[in-house]
């Protein structure tokens, strides 16, 4: 599975962004999806993800009520919604696929994640 994310930008405290991830399989609908981050002299970090369905999500506490992961299994996409951004904020993000076909909170580190891809760069201005 290759992956190809995009969205990000350059973009004010308290603005918002949407990044999307492009996979190119016909059975994304099999995987669990994740995104993550990383910033500037940081390891990478969790930041939110998404069942195989759609129904299930998990958070960082850093993008609850601020950040919004979602699919579509028809488009092979993975979204993430940024709202309300912070300096803090500021990183590349990557999409994942999961190398489990548990969803559980336990399975959320980037070790349980592959495919990677380029991620793209979001940078909040104070």
């Known amino acids: 599975v290759q992956l190809q994310a995009s969205g990000g930008g350059l973009v004010q405290a308290g603005g918002s962004l949407r990044l999307s991830c492009a996979a190119s399989t016909r059975s994304f609908y099999n995987y669990n999806m994740g995104w993550f981050r990383q910033g500037p002299g940081k390891e990478r970090e969790f930041v939110a993800a998404i069942s195989r369905t759609g129904e299930s999500t998990y958070y960082a506490d850093s993008a609850k009520g601020r950040f919004t992961i979602s699919r579509d299994n028809h488009k092979n996409t993975l979204d993430l919604q940024l709202s309300n951004l912070k300096p803090e904020d500021t990183a590349i993000y990557y999409c994942?696929?999961?190398?489990?076909?548990?969803?559980?909170?336990?399975?959320?580190?980037?070790?349980?994640?592959?495919?990677w891809g380029q991620g793209t760069l979001v940078t909040v201005s104070s």
């Open positions: 994942a696929v999961s190398r489990v076909p548990q969803f559980r909170s336990d399975y959320l580190q980037p070790t349980w994640f592959s495919n």
